[in-house]
C-alpha cells in the first residue's frame, strides 16, 4: 500500500513510518494538519493515518476537508483521547478507523490492512485513479503496465515508481530531493548519482525510440516530465 502518516511528533512518525516499509509499504509523513492535508489531496494514497492533534490543522479538520472535496481515501485516526465520545467525533468527522494510544504496532497494521480490503471491495468510479496519462504515454495502475503510442515498455519496480511520480507532476519540476523522498523514501541525501541513473535508465525505455523526449532536465533544479 501507498500510505501517508499524519504525525506531529516525530520519533512516533519514524517508529511508524520504519515499520510500516518493513512490512513492504510505500510511506510518506507529514509533520502537521496543512502540510497533510496538501499531500493527500494532492497524490493518491491508498490509506491515511492521522493524528487527530496536529498543529496548524488538526486531525478531524483534515479529514472533513477531504470528505468535503469528494476524497474518500480511507482514513485510520489515532489518538489519545478514548472516549466513546471522542471515537464517534472521529467517525463523524469521516475517519474510517480509530485507534486509541498507545497501541500495538501489529494492531495498526492489521487494522490498515482491513482497510485496504474494504476499500478494495468498493465500486469503482470517478474517485479512484487507476491511470495516468501523459501525451501518448500511458500507465494502468492496476495492471502495472505502461505503453507509449501504444507499444508496451517493460520497465522494473522502482523505475514504474520513479515514472509514477512523474506523471502525478507532470510538468512541475521535480528536484533530486523530491524525487529521493518520493520514490526511495530517503530522507537525506546518500551522495551517490543514484537519481540521475535511474533517470538515464528511464530515458533509454520511455524517449529512445519517440518523439518528442519527454523527460527534460532542468539545470540546476531536477527533471521534469514535459513535451518539449
Given amino acids: 500500500m501507498k500510505l501517508l502518516i499524519i504525525e506531529d511528533d516525530k520519533p512516533t512518525a519514524a517508529f511508524l ?21 496538501l499531500m493527500a489531496a494532492g497524490e493518491t494514497f491508498d490509506a491515511i493515518v492521522a493524528d487527530r492533534m496536529l498543529p496548524n490543522l488538526d486531525g478531524l479538520a483534515v479529514i472533513r476537508t477531504l470528505r468535503s472535496t469528494g476524497n474518500l481515501t480511507p482514513v485510520l485516526v489515532l489518538s489519545a483521547l ?13 475517519g474510517d478507523d ?36 501523459y501525451a501518448d504515454l500511458e500507465m494502468d495502475l492496476i495492471a502495472r ?10 520497465l522494473k519496480p522502482r523505475e514504474f515508481r520513479l515514472l509514477e511520480v512523474m506523471l502525478r507532476n507532470a510538468e512541475r519540476v521535480m528536484t533530486r530531493t523530491m524525487l529521493l523522498e518520493k520514490v526511495w523514501n530517503y530522507h537525506f541525501d546518500p551522495q551517490t548519482n543514484l537519481i540521475d541513473v535511474h533517470i538515464s535508465r528511464l530515458r533509454q525505455k520511455i524517449d529512445k525510440d519517440f518523439e ?12 521534469s516530465l514535459r513535451a518539449g
Fill in 82 to 94: 478514548g472516549e466513546v465520545d471522542d471515537r464517534v467525533a472521529g467517525l463523524k468527522a469521516g
Fill in 145 to 154: 503496465k505502461v505503453t507509449r503510442r501504444g507499444i508496451t515498455i517493460d
Fill in 98 to 133: 480509530y485507534l486509541v494510544k498507545p497501541y500495538a504496532f501489529s494492531e495498526l497494521l492489521a487494522r490498515l490492512e482491513a482497510l485496504d480490503r474494504r476499500s478494495g471491495q468498493r465500486p469503482s468510479g470517478g474517485d479512484v485513479e487507476t491511470r495516468l496519462v
Fill in 17 to 37: 513510518r520504519k515499520g510500516l516499509q518493513e512490512a513492504g509499504h510505500n510511506v510518506d509523513v507529514a509533520h502537521d494538519g496543512k502540510t497533510g492535508l
Fill in 212 to 223: 518528442p523526449p519527454l523527460i527534460q532536465t532542468v539545470r540546476g533544479a531536477g527533471y
